[in-house]
């Protein structure tokens, strides 16, 4: 189960911080991510992060998002900066478990968390 927190409605150039908790999984061994949905738009990844710590950005946010974990509060964190107004969207936290004796993984989603970003 995931719970994401942290969005609102912020002005073009500043900052907010989502966070996602999550319960009832193997937290460490799972890579995480957070997507976003605008209206009328595809769900599109943000940004992952391997359960290694490897991250990748989707390119219109490189140098201004930045995603983090911690392991021992199985939580995910996504910092914000420098908000765009195309960056308002439904933000919505992923977790991949992996089963590394299979190979095959199942998918968690959050709930959501709106983010609006006025101009």
């Known amino acids: 189960q995931l719970q994401a927190f942290g969005g609102g409605l912020v002005q073009a150039g500043g900052s907010l911080r989502l966070s996602c908790a999550a319960s009832g999984t193997t937290f460490s061994t799972s890579a995480v991510g957070w997507y976003r949905q605008a209206p009328g738009k595809q769900r599109e990844l943000v940004a992952e992060a391997t359960s290694g710590g490897i991250t990748n950005y989707v390119d219109s946010v490189k140098g201004r998002f930045t995603i983090s974990r911690v392991n021992a509060q199985s939580t995910v964190y996504l910092q914000m900066n420098s908000l765009k107004p195309e960056d308002t969207a439904v933000y919505y936290c992923?977790?991949?478990?992996?089963?590394?004796?299979?190979?095959?993984?199942?998918?968690?989603w959050g709930q959501g968390t709106q983010v609006t970003v006025s101009s």
């Open positions: 992923q977790l991949r478990a992996w089963r590394f004796a299979s190979g095959t993984y199942t998918d968690y």
